[in-house]
C-alpha cells in the first residue's frame, strides 16, 4: 500500500510537465455485420486517458508535445465525422478527468493551474462561457464524480490520499469518506450512492451521502483499479486484456464479457459504457504505468 501511495503522489507531482507511458483508447461496438468491431478514439504514439462516452462521441484526456513542454488537453471524438478536437488547447494549462457534469451542458475536469494547483474547472460543451473554477476549497483534486444533488466525491491528494464529499453550494463542508480509496469513483442510481474502491483489500464499496456510512459490497481481483457500470446492478472491469462483468446482488463469480487481448496486448485500464447504444470505451496501456 505505501508503495502504491508513493506512486500516486509521485504521478500527481509531476502533472504538468511529465510524459507518460503510450496509452490508446479504443472504441467497442457492435458492426454493420451485427459483429463486434473495435476502432481507435485517439492517435498512438502518445498518452491519452480517462475516456468518458456520450451519444455524441468520446471525451478524454491527451498528451501534446515532447518532454518537458508537453502537456494534457482534454480532446473530444466525434462519432458522425471520426474526427478528433481539442476542445481546452490551454497553454497555461494541463486539464484531466473529464467527467461530464449532471445537467450534460457542461464537463468538469480536474485543471493543473500555474501555481500547481489541481482545482474543479467548469468546460461548457456550446463553448458560449469561458472555462472557471467550479469550486473553492483547499483540496487538491484527482479524481472525481457527481451525484444527482449538485454533490461530488473527490479523491483528495494527501497523506494518505482520501475520498471526500461536498456538494457545489458548501464547498467547504467536506465530509470524510474513505482512507487510500482507488482512482474510479461513480454514482448508482440503483445504490443511491457513490461507489469506488477501498484500494487495501480491493473492495467494491459504496458511499450513502445521506446516512454518511460506508458499506463493503465485494471484492475485485487485486490486480483491478477500475470499474464502469453497465447495468444498474452490473460492473465491468478489465484484467489481463479481458473484460469481465460482475452482478452485485449474486454470489455467482464474474463471467467473461469481451476478449480484447488481440486488441491490447498491454493492460486494459479506464472504462467507460454508453448503455443506449452498448458502445464501451477502454484504455490500452502500451506498457506499465501507475495513472
Known amino acids: 500500500m505505501k508503495k502504491q ?3 500516486v503522489a509521485v504521478w500527481f507531482a509531476a502533472l504538468a510537465n511529465t510524459a507518460f507511458a503510450q496509452s490508446q483508447i479504443f472504441l467497442l461496438q ?3 455485420d451485427k459483429g463486434l ?4 478514439v485517439s492517435e498512438a504514439g502518445a498518452y491519452s486517458n480517462q475516456p468518458v462516452i456520450t451519444d455524441k462521441g468520446v471525451y478524454y484526456s491527451y498528451e501534446i ?4 513542454s508537453a502537456q494534457k488537453d482534454i480532446f473530444f471524438y466525434d462519432f458522425a465525422s471520426g474526427k478528433r478536437t481539442n476542445i481546452t488547447n490551454t497553454a497555461q494549462y494541463s486539464e484531466y478527468s473529464p467527467t461530464l457534469i449532471p445537467s450534460n451542458d457542461a464537463l468538469s475536469a480536474v485543471v493543473v493551474e500555474p501555481d500547481g494547483a489541481q482545482k474543479l474547472w467548469r468546460y461548457a460543451l ?3 462561457d469561458k472555462p472557471m473554477r467550479l469550486v473553492d476549497n483547499a483540496l487538491t483534486v484527482g479524481y472525481h464524480a457527481w451525484g444527482p444533488n449538485n454533490d461530488l466525491m473527490v479523491f483528495a491528494l494527501g497523506e494518505p490520499h482520501q475520498a471526500m464529499y461536498f456538494t457545489v453550494q458548501a464547498p467547504n463542508d467536506v465530509k470524510h469518506v474513505s482512507d487510500n480509496p482507488g482512482r474510479t469513483f461513480a454514482y448508482s442510481s440503483l445504490l443511491n450512492g457513490f461507489t469506488f474502491i ?3 483489500q480491493n473492495w467494491l464499496s459504496r458511499f450513502n451521502p445521506q446516512n454518511q456510512e460506508v458499506t463493503q459490497l465485494f471484492r475485485l481481483p487485486q490486480d483491478v483499479q477500475d470499474y464502469t457500470w453497465v447495468e444498474d446492478g452490473t460492473i465491468a472491469y478489465a484484467s489481463h486484456g479481458r473484460i469481465y462483468q460482475k452482478q452485485l446482488q449474486s454470489a455467482k463469480p464474474a ?4 476478449d480484447l487481448s488481440t486488441y491490447c496486448d498491454g493492460q486494459i485500464t479506464r472504462l467507460s459504457y454508453l448503455k443506449d447504444d452498448d458502445k464501451l470505451a477502454f484504455v490500452c496501456e502500451m506498457n506499465d504505468s501507475s495513472e
Open 5 to 7: 501511495n508513493m506512486l
Open 65 to 68: 508535445g515532447e518532454a518537458e
Open 126 to 128: 456550446s463553448g458560449a
Open 37 to 40: 468491431r473495435v476502432d481507435a
Open 255 to 258: 463471467k467473461l464479457w469481451h
Open 198 to 200: 477501498q484500494a487495501e
Open 30 to 32: 457492435q458492426g454493420a
